[in-house]
């Protein structure tokens, strides 16, 4: 890893002048000190959050894959596609570390215990369905990639992952959840977007579906438990009206963010959002495609449509 290199790529980050306010925990045992949590506050009802897409990788890492190998695990440039949030008054949270090093949009109990060298005492799941991504080498702490090339050439120790946990899940799960409660005690109601990315073809390892061709866009909520169906229905729709094509809780339903933050019987709703990566970059590349102005204009109307959406009012 060329410390340089990224180095130059957080301070491209951090620079954005659109997104002055940080929210800073600083990698102290690591020898750095630099903001890995985004947050911005919003007067909306819309709560956008996107965990996947960091750059900033910490020198505590460890891994043992090349840089560019570990990139293609990022949704690289979501951020960029939703970068006018800030100006309608909606709240962003973005993770500025990568999720190969901490994986947000799981729980803490998703440990893969067999990456470590010594005991971990805290709770672990045991049903196989909360399970099924460990066993894909993506739990709490990634394993494997999605083509199955192992991250690490070393087993890790229980206190640093309890340090990645401290230092990145908890404060980025503590954002999210302000934002939400900031905006339903204002409107008495919110929608939140948790925003990824996908390969245009799903890779071994990434899903229980290898070799599935995506859609244009997933929305997922759980089997309707994160959010009103017939908001994630009105979502699916807009999204349609535009000409893509989209797919419903097939075959991401939403994760550990949207389980954690939504709540559709108290007016709290969480929506994962995915779009394929294939209409706005070059997947190999990681270069922004022509395509990338038309998408980032579409998303605005769809946010610009869901803020004039009251999911209490919908038919």
């Known amino acids: ?27 102290d045992n690591a020898g750095m000190s630099f903001p890995l949590i985004r947050s911005l506050p919003g007067s ?60 947000v949009n799981r729980n803490t109990t998703e440990v893969d215990v067999t990456m470590l060298e010594d005991p971990w005492s805290d709770a672990v799941e045991t049903s196989p369905a909360a399970l099924n991504k460990v066993r894909l080498g993506k739990g709490l702490i990634w394993r494997m990639t999605d083509d199955g090339l192992p991250l690490y050439a070393r087993k890790l120790t229980a206190a640093e992952v309890r340090a990645r946990i401290d230092r990145c899940w908890r404060p980025y799960h503590e ?31 990434a899903t ?29 729709d807009i999204l349609r009206g535009f000409g893509y094509d989209v797919a419903y809780n097939h075959p991401y339903k939403g994760v550990e963010l949207v389980r954690r933050h939504g709540n559709p019987r108290e007016n709290r709703h969480s929506i994962q959002v995915e ?3 294939r209409l706005y970059m070059d997947e190999k590349t990681l270069a922004l495609a022509a395509g990338f102005e038309t998408l980032r204009a579409d998303l605005r109307r769809l946010v610009e449509q869901l803020l004039a ?3 209490r009012k919908l038919a």
């Open 1 to 27: 890893m060329n410390p340089i290199r990224t180095t130059n790529l957080l301070r491209r980050r951090v620079a954005h002048p659109k997104r002055p306010a940080l929210l800073c925990r600083t990698g």
């Open 44 to 103: 909306a009802p819309l709560v956008l959050d996107s965990p996947h897409s960091g750059v900033a990788y910490p020198a505590d890492f460890g891994h043992a894959c090349e840089l560019a190998v570990l990139r293609q695990a990022e949704d690289t440039h979501v951020e960029k596609l939703y970068d006018f949030a800030p100006g309608l008054d909606v709240a962003w949270v973005e993770a500025l570390f990568p999720r190969s090093y901490i994986d």
């Open 175 to 205: 954002a999210v959840a302000q934002a939400i409660a900031a905006a339903h005690a204002r409107h008495g109601y919110s929608i939140h977007l948790n925003c990824h990315s996908m390969p245009s073809v799903a890779s071994t390892y």
């Open 208 to 236: 229980d579906f290898p070799g599935l061709k995506h859609a244009d866009f997933v929305i997922g909520d759980r089997d309707g438990t994160s959010a009103d169906p017939r908001l994630s229905r009105h979502l699916c």
């Open 275 to 277: 779009v394929n990566r």
């Open 309 to 311: 959406t009251d999911p």
